[in-house]
């Protein structure tokens, strides 16, 4: 039978309700919460309950279906999520001491764009620097990426946002223009000073509006009171290439999607006087340990990014 303090053994096992109070602190629900850690919503709850009793006080208030820090809450998070997941963290952070980066995985969120444009040359470069790093692409986008993010279900995202959610830091790096596109022959694809008021009679092609391209184009035509239409909403760049070179449409899109290949059935105008550039970058959540392979990942985006751990703390953005 043990003896001693029984206050010291319940130290000794404090992980677990310290991991329970992090991830409701991060996720605001105790459902998600428990859906994270695989526990069920009564052993979160009571965790929670056993380490306010020992804290004496309150951690959190419940606002709605949402649980939200008290100003107690929200200092124990600040001490206790870096010690979480840090501990959380120390097998990989072990084991890639031992092995450098010759093992491990690394996921990287990305939506289809990304995925086809941007990102070939970086992953071809990560694979020959660390042949034996598994790299998993998850080709999500929207709700769905940023699900995975702050359900840790990957490392690390790389895309465009437009507006970037408090618990989550963006660190923009590359930029592309806005282009219309449309076939040769076009009324438009020869127009001197080509105005957005130009586009109004014709048909647009436009991405899912759930997707940040749609919200965008339409932002900007109602901000400056311009009527377009919607000829049609469909996924994928090349497919939106594909139906304005048949003549379906014309589309706004970002000129990372225009190829070489482009230019013998497309004409593309910039339109970076209506429309602002887009910036693709790194999207993490805050405070997330960074194991080595997504430490190297980072800084082949961008050299020297991870040493500015100020975007990853505070979510700091150059936009």
Same mark, same amino acid.
């Given at each position: 039978?043990?003896?001693?303090?029984?206050?010291?053994?319940y130290k000794g096992d404090r992980l677990k309700p310290l991991r329970a109070f992090c991830q409701v602190a991060r996720l605001g629900s105790v459902s998600r919460a428990a859906e994270a850690l695989f526990l069920s919503q009564p052993a979160v709850t009571l965790q929670?309950?056993?380490?306010?009793?020992?804290?004496?006080?309150?951690?959190?208030?419940?606002?709605?279906?949402?649980?939200?820090?008290?100003?107690?809450?929200?200092?124990?998070?600040?001490?206790?999520?870096p010690l979480v997941e840090g501990l959380d963290g120390l097998d990989g952070e072990f084991r890639s001491k031992i092995k450098g980066l010759q093992a491990g995985e690394l996921h990287v969120a990305a939506g289809s764009s990304t995925i086809l444009y941007?990102?070939?040359?970086?992953?071809?470069?990560?694979?020959?620097?660390?042949?034996?790093?598994?790299l998993v692409l998850h080709n999500v986008t929207g709700q769905d990426g940023l699900g995975l993010l702050r359900s840790d279900g990957v490392d690390l995202a790389v895309g465009s946002m437009l507006d970037v959610p408090t618990d989550l830091a963006y660190a923009p790096v590359y930029s592309f223009d806005p282009m219309l596109i449309c076939p040769p022959g076009h009324p438009l694809a020869d127009k001197p000073d080509l105005k957005l008021e130009d586009l109004s009679p014709y048909g647009l092609i436009l991405p899912p509006r759930r997707l940040t391209t749609y919200r965008?184009?339409?932002?900007?035509?109602?901000?400056?009171?311009?009527?377009?239409?919607?000829?049609?909403?469909?996924?994928?760049?090349?497919?939106?290439?594909?139906?304005?070179?048949?003549?379906?449409?014309?589309?706004?899109?970002?000129?990372?999607?225009?190829?070489?290949?482009?230019?013998?059935? @497309? !004409?593309?105008?910039? =339109?970076?006087?209506?429309?602002?550039?887009?910036?693709? $970058?790194?999207?993490? /959540?805050?405070?997330?340990?960074?194991?080595?392979?997504?430490?190297?990942?980072?800084? @082949? !985006?961008?050299?020297? =990014?991870?040493?500015?751990?100020?975007?990853?703390?505070? $979510?700091?953005?150059? /936009?």
């Open positions: 039978m043990a003896t001693g303090n029984p206050r010291f053994y929670l309950q056993a380490l306010e009793r020992e804290l004496g006080t309150a951690l959190f208030e419940r606002i709605g279906r949402r649980f939200s820090l008290t100003r107690e809450g929200q200092v124990l998070y600040e001490i206790a999520r941007l990102l070939p040359k970086l992953v071809q470069a990560f694979r020959a620097q660390h042949p034996e790093v598994q965008l184009v339409d932002l900007v035509f109602q901000q400056r009171r311009v009527p377009y239409t919607v000829a049609l909403e469909v996924g994928g760049w090349e497919v939106i290439k594909q139906y304005v070179a048949m003549g379906l449409g014309i589309s706004i899109v970002t000129s990372i999607c225009l190829t070489e290949a482009d230019e013998q059935r @497309l !004409v593309a105008r910039n =339109l970076g006087d209506y429309f602002p550039p887009r910036s693709y $970058g790194v999207v993490m /959540r805050k405070g997330k340990y960074l194991s080595p392979q997504a430490r190297a990942f980072i800084d @082949l !985006v961008k050299p020297g =990014l991870f040493e500015r751990r100020d975007y990853f703390d505070a $979510g700091h953005s150059e /936009r």
